[in-house]
């Protein structure tokens, strides 16, 4: 397999001190390029009057493994110390990524006496007999719940409650950076249906709207779909709409390269998974051929001689039978939301011309770009260090900004097709290329324009 290109996921603050030499800063930046790592900062930290020089380094590995190899080819050049070496993604969630702040200054006995009580007893009195009332004088009106029950977190699997906290709060913070939303992960110890259900509903009164995250298939899509139909604010499942959304706007954009129109091309999607589902039901929606669109499990084609079909596999089960291979064939898109490596350079050969992939398996894709770079009209993948990132944070920040500027109750397919052409909207025709059709996460745009095409949708 193709090496992974170093990144900040798995970056190393290293601190050395070695003698005030020529040649000695030469060796070591010599010896962890021979490592594949990439250097970064070189910061000189102290030099002492016997001739010692303290640095901190920081460098990105491609693996924790590769890693190791760095801090052991250091420590075999001679007089070279290692002094600290700190993993710096871990150093960063040390302590947690989020806190609470109040909005108000609580500096005397008139600010306490308004903030709470017993002035705070005339508000609550005001919302009890008006219950509109709590989204103005709330924070409901501004605030998201983050949830999950560990069973799918993001492509590592059934890690529990306390094992997917991490990816919580950084959801969080994504919300706060790019649409200004206050959120709170929640993490549930449950992985029963019923009890996820009972409990959001439980804690709805705070928020104004609900993101569920890496609950696993097929459980997700009932979960979901009560929720949206007992509670009066929107429900959004990411894993599947926020993909769903951002591959659609892909999609848009790479068609006008290839210039072929959306109902006449043959789909694979890899993957019967959340995403899998919501790409395909989508790509309905926008005008895709549901006889040409071929979803495919670790099986194989999903058929209708396929056992134990879910209800969401059958509403995509065709005739047709055979491998993933063999789906491939004289494909116009392939979409992966599966697993590494299972796609070949034969099976991208095998495809109609032009043929647009979107690999998106992570870390790890089901191929990696390199090996087909000469045989495809469009790549993307949900890596950040190769063009077109398929990346989420494109959609949900805006998504719910929207939502909840408008106080919508549910967030609609239609809704979720406009914010897709909003994306690829953001991307002007003389722009448009291969290695860009999709805004950069980093767009100031993007959330303002998924919001407001949200808004829109809503009250048209």
Same mark, same amino acid.
């Given at each position: 397999?193709?090496?992974?290109?170093?990144?900040?996921?798995?970056?190393?603050?290293?601190?050395?001190?070695?003698?005030?030499?020529?040649?000695?800063?030469?060796?070591?930046?010599?010896?962890?390029?021979?490592?594949?790592?990439?250097?970064?900062?070189?910061?000189?930290?102290?030099?002492?009057?016997?001739?010692?020089?303290?640095?901190?380094?920081?460098?990105?590995?491609?693996?924790?493994?590769?890693?190791?190899?760095?801090?052991?080819?250091?420590?075999?050049? !001679?007089?070279?110390?290692?002094?600290?070496?700190?993993?710096?993604?871990?150093?960063?969630?040390?302590?947690?990524?989020?806190?609470?702040?109040?909005?108000?200054?609580?500096?005397?006995?008139?600010?306490?006496?308004?903030?709470?009580?017993?002035?705070?007893?005339?508000?609550?009195?005001?919302?009890?007999?008006?219950?509109?009332?709590?989204?103005?004088?709330?924070?409901?009106?501004?605030?998201?719940?983050?949830?999950?029950?560990?069973?799918?977190?993001?492509?590592?699997?059934?890690?529990?409650?306390?094992?997917?906290?991490?990816?919580?709060?950084?959801?969080?913070?994504?919300?706060?950076?790019?649409?200004?939303?206050?959120?709170?992960?929640?993490?549930?110890?449950?992985?029963?249906?019923?009890?996820?259900?009972?409990?959001?509903?439980?804690?709805?009164?705070?928020?104004?709207?609900?993101?569920?995250?890496?609950?696993?298939?097929?459980?997700?899509?009932?979960?979901?779909?009560?929720?949206?139909?007992?509670?009066?604010?929107?429900?959004?499942?990411?894993?599947?709409?926020?993909?769903?959304?951002?591959?659609?706007?892909?999609?848009?954009?790479?068609?006008?390269?290839?210039?072929?129109?959306?109902?006449?091309?043959?789909?694979?999607?890899?993957?019967?998974?959340?995403?899998?589902?919501?790409?395909?039901?989508?790509?309905?929606?926008?005008?895709?051929?549901?006889?040409?669109?071929?979803?495919?499990?670790?099986?194989?084609?999903?058929?209708?001689?396929?056992?134990?079909?879910?209800?969401?596999?059958?509403?995509?089960?065709?005739?047709?039978?055979?491998?993933?291979?063999?789906?491939?064939?004289?494909?116009?898109?392939?979409?992966?939301?599966?697993?590494?490596?299972?796609?070949?350079?034969?099976?991208?050969?095998?495809?109609?011309?032009? !043929?647009?992939?979107?690999?998106?398996?992570?870390?790890?894709?089901?191929?990696? !770009?390199?090996?087909?770079?000469?045989?495809?009209?469009?790549?993307?993948?949900?890596?950040?260090?190769?063009?077109?990132?398929?990346?989420?944070?494109?959609?949900?920040?805006?998504?719910?900004?929207?939502?909840?500027?408008?106080?919508?109750?549910?967030?609609?397919?239609?809704?979720?097709?406009?914010?897709?052409?909003?994306?690829?909207?953001?991307?002007?025709?003389?722009?448009?290329?291969?290695?860009?059709?999709?805004?950069?996460?980093?767009?100031?745009?993007?959330?303002?324009?998924?919001?407001?095409?949200?808004?829109?949708?809503?009250?048209?």
């Amino acid at each position: 397999m193709v090496k992974l290109t170093p990144n900040a996921s798995y970056s190393l603050a290293i601190r050395l001190s070695y003698p005030n030499q020529v040649g000695m800063l030469g060796k070591i930046t010599s010896a962890i390029a021979q490592c594949g790592g990439s250097l970064g900062d070189i910061l000189l930290e102290n030099q002492t009057p016997a001739g010692q020089v303290q640095r901190q380094l920081i460098v990105d590995a491609y693996s924790g493994e590769q890693g190791e190899e760095v801090l052991e080819a250091l420590r075999q050049i !001679p007089q070279v110390e290692i002094l600290e070496a700190l993993d710096r993604t871990f150093e960063l969630h040390r302590g947690g990524k989020l806190h609470t702040q109040s909005r108000i200054a609580v500096k005397s006995q008139s600010d306490l006496a308004m903030a709470y009580t017993p002035g705070v007893g005339r508000v609550c009195r005001a919302i009890a007999q008006d219950p509109e009332k709590v989204f103005s004088l709330t924070i409901k009106s501004n605030t998201v719940a983050v949830i999950t029950d560990g069973s799918a977190v993001l492509g590592l699997g059934n890690l529990g409650a306390a094992g997917a906290l991490p990816v919580m709060e950084g959801k969080a913070i994504l919300f706060k950076e790019f649409a200004n939303l206050d959120s709170f992960p929640i993490c549930l110890d449950t992985q029963d249906t019923e009890e996820i259900i009972t409990t959001v509903k439980h804690i709805a009164p705070v928020f104004g709207g609900i993101n569920l995250e890496d609950i696993s298939a097929p459980r997700c899509f009932e979960i979901e779909r009560r929720l949206s139909q007992e509670l009066e604010i929107p429900v959004f499942h990411d894993d599947q709409h926020g993909t769903a959304i951002v591959v659609m706007a892909a999609v848009f954009n790479a068609l006008k390269l290839v210039k072929k129109a959306l109902g006449d091309l043959k789909i694979v999607i890899n993957g019967a998974g959340a995403a899998g589902i919501a790409i395909g039901r989508l790509l309905k929606q926008a005008g895709a051929n549901p006889e040409q669109i071929i979803l495919c499990d670790s099986k194989g084609i999903v058929s209708e001689s396929s056992p134990h079909l879910t209800p969401e596999k059958q509403e995509f089960a065709t005739k047709q039978t055979g491998s993933l291979a063999d789906a491939m064939n004289k494909a116009d898109i392939f979409i992966g939301v599966s697993v590494p490596n299972i796609v070949t350079p034969d099976m991208v050969s095998s495809m109609a011309n032009s !043929p647009i992939i979107m690999a998106m398996s992570n870390p790890i894709p089901e191929i990696q !770009p390199e090996l087909i770079s000469d045989q495809v009209a469009v790549m993307a993948t949900g890596r950040s260090d190769y063009p077109n990132q398929i990346n989420n944070v494109l959609a949900f920040p805006g998504i719910f900004r929207g939502a909840l500027n408008c106080r919508a109750s549910s967030i609609s397919s239609q809704m979720c097709l406009e914010a897709a052409s909003a994306i690829a909207s953001l991307i002007s025709s003389e722009e448009l290329a291969p290695n860009y059709i999709i805004p950069s996460v980093f767009d100031q745009r993007v959330a303002t324009a998924v919001a407001k095409a949200v808004e829109n949708t809503a009250r048209n």
